[in-house]
């Protein structure tokens, strides 16, 4: 009986951890979604640089 509920504490740790872990991938993907849709807002402002064209 011991080993039954030593494998469901160890089932119920695995399953937090688990849960944990993609929590977190998900706040990661999120805040790389964010940076990423900020950037290419920017991008249409930022001034364009043209080439130097060489004297002579």
Do not use: F, W, Y
């Amino acid at each position: 009986m011991s080993s039954q509920q030593q494998r469901q504490r160890h089932g119920v740790r695995k399953n937090m951890v688990e849960g944990i872990g993609g929590l977190l991938t998900g706040i990661a993907l999120v805040l790389l979604a964010r940076s990423l849709l900020k950037k290419r807002a920017a991008a249409p402002e930022a001034p364009s640089v043209e080439p130097a064209q060489g004297a002579g």
